[in-house]
């Protein structure tokens, strides 16, 4: 069958095996943000509706996951934002009664969560990926160029509702525009409102491919380090930097997302460089690069036992 609808499975370091689904036509959306890898939005809009047929999505799933394929995620994410097609609870609706054995993501960039039709027909999803990169309106314009509707208090309320409403995790996307949402003043509204929301995760992103505007930068791996600092002395939840961008130290060139996937294994659970690329499907010589960046940082511990060294992270 040709889907239309379905993209992947992709192998993504944030939701691991991932299957996409991507509910709305490029490219509509109720925010137009200056960063936006999939370009500027040509719709700019807040109205809820079908767009397809749910029969033709969910044939297209039934299709797909008949041979029961491993997928560690199904996704809501493509084109636009997904939360804007009208029928995203019944399609929800249809995976987990029929396939109770998929766990469900929704990336959103939040803007409709303060509409309660919205906020109950993303409930039975697992995992949401909301996004805040501005807590002030002024910052909001600038860099989301929301449609005139949306506010970011409204985006900011939604948030809190979604916390108040939902048992599942929150992993909240921040995206960093150097110069204008990490000037100290908007850090700090952000870093409030984070608190408020109280998301389990907090995650700090940045540009990776051109941008809707040309004059959107990444920022850089130090000003990244310097903001999740920040963040973690004020912050309970944890925050890591999934940015693609990459670290240069001397002769490695890193890739920051991996470098906190590391970082995270081995708090948790002491592991061989020959563990870790295993279970991480990467290049050993990928993650010795990895563990070499990880130890100038001195909370590195190395245990050498029968089956090697043991690598531990310990913060
Ligand atoms: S919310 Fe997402 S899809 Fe919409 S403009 Fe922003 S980055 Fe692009």
């Given at each position: 069958?040709?889907?239309?609808h379905?993209?992947?499975?992709?192998?993504?370091?944030?939701?691991?095996?991932?299957?996409?689904?991507?509910?709305?036509?490029?490219?509509?959306?109720?925010?137009?943000?200056?960063?936006?890898?999939?370009?500027?939005?040509?719709?700019?809009?807040?109205?809820?509706?079908e767009f397809f047929s749910?029969?033709e999505i969910?044939?297209?799933?039934?299709?797909?996951?008949?041979?029961?394929?491993?997928?560690?995620?199904?996704?809501?994410?493509?084109?636009?934002?997904?939360?804007?097609?009208?029928?995203?609870?019944?399609?929800?609706?249809?995976?987990?009664?029929?396939?109770?054995?998929?766990?469900?993501?929704?990336?959103?960039?939040?803007?409709?969560?303060?509409?309660?039709?919205?906020?109950?027909?993303?409930?039975?999803?697992?995992?949401?990926?909301?996004?805040?990169?501005?807590?002030?309106?002024?910052?909001?314009?600038?860099?989301?160029?929301?449609?005139?509707?949306?506010?970011?208090?409204?985006?900011?309320?939604?948030?809190?509702?979604?916390?108040?409403?939902?048992?599942?995790?929150?992993?909240?996307?921040?995206?960093?525009?150097?110069?204008?949402?990490?000037?100290?003043?908007?850090?700090?509204?952000?870093?409030?409102?984070?608190?408020?929301?109280?998301?389990?995760?907090?995650?700090?992103?940045?540009?990776?491919?051109?941008?809707?505007?040309?004059?959107?930068?990444?920022?850089?791996?130090?000003?990244?380090?310097?903001?999740?600092?920040?963040?973690?002395?004020?912050?309970?939840?944890?925050?890591?930097?999934?940015?693609?961008?990459?670290?240069?130290?001397?002769?490695?060139?890193?890739?920051?997302?991996?470098?906190?996937?590391?970082?995270?294994?081995?708090?948790?659970?002491?592991?061989?460089?020959?563990?870790?690329?295993?279970?991480?499907?990467?290049?050993?010589?990928?993650?010795?690069?990895?563990?070499?960046?990880?130890?100038?940082?001195?909370?590195?511990?190395?245990?050498?036992?029968?089956?090697?060294?043991?690598?531990?992270?310990?913060?």
């Amino acid at each position: 069958m040709k889907y239309k609808h379905l993209f992947g499975p992709v192998n993504s370091r944030r939701l691991g095996i991932s299957l996409g689904v991507d509910l709305v036509p490029y490219k509509y959306c109720p925010l137009n943000c200056v960063y936006c890898e999939i370009q500027s939005t040509t719709h700019l809009e807040t109205t809820r509706r079908e767009f397809f047929s749910p029969a033709e999505i969910m044939t297209e799933l039934d299709s797909f996951l008949k041979s029961k394929p491993h997928l560690d995620y199904i996704t809501f994410s493509g084109a636009g934002e997904p939360t804007l097609n009208s029928s995203i609870g019944e399609v929800i609706h249809h995976i987990k009664s029929r396939y109770p054995e998929y766990k469900l993501a929704l990336l959103t960039n939040g803007a409709l969560l303060s509409d309660p039709d919205v906020l109950e027909a993303v409930l039975p999803c697992d995992l949401i990926l909301p996004s805040l990169d501005a807590a002030s309106d002024d910052v909001y314009q600038k860099v989301n160029r929301p449609h005139p509707d949306l506010t970011a208090q409204g985006l900011i309320a939604g948030l809190k509702r979604l916390r108040t409403a939902y048992n599942g995790d929150i992993w909240l996307e921040v995206f960093i525009v150097p110069g204008i949402t990490d000037t100290p003043s908007e850090l700090e509204l952000l870093r409030d409102a984070i608190r408020e929301i109280n998301p389990n995760l907090v995650q700090l992103n940045s540009l990776d491919r051109p941008g809707a505007e040309d004059w959107v930068e990444a920022a850089s791996p130090e000003r990244l380090k310097e903001i999740r600092k920040y963040m973690r002395e004020t912050l309970p939840m944890p925050v890591e930097i999934i940015a693609k961008i990459k670290y240069q130290t001397g002769m490695n060139v890193l890739d920051a997302e991996l470098v906190e996937l590391i970082r995270g294994t081995i708090t948790r659970r002491p592991s061989t460089a020959e563990d870790l690329a295993a279970n991480l499907d990467i290049h050993i010589n990928e993650i010795s690069k990895v563990l070499r960046e990880l130890n100038t940082e001195g909370k590195l511990y190395a245990e050498r036992k029968e089956r090697g060294v043991f690598y531990r992270w310990i913060a």
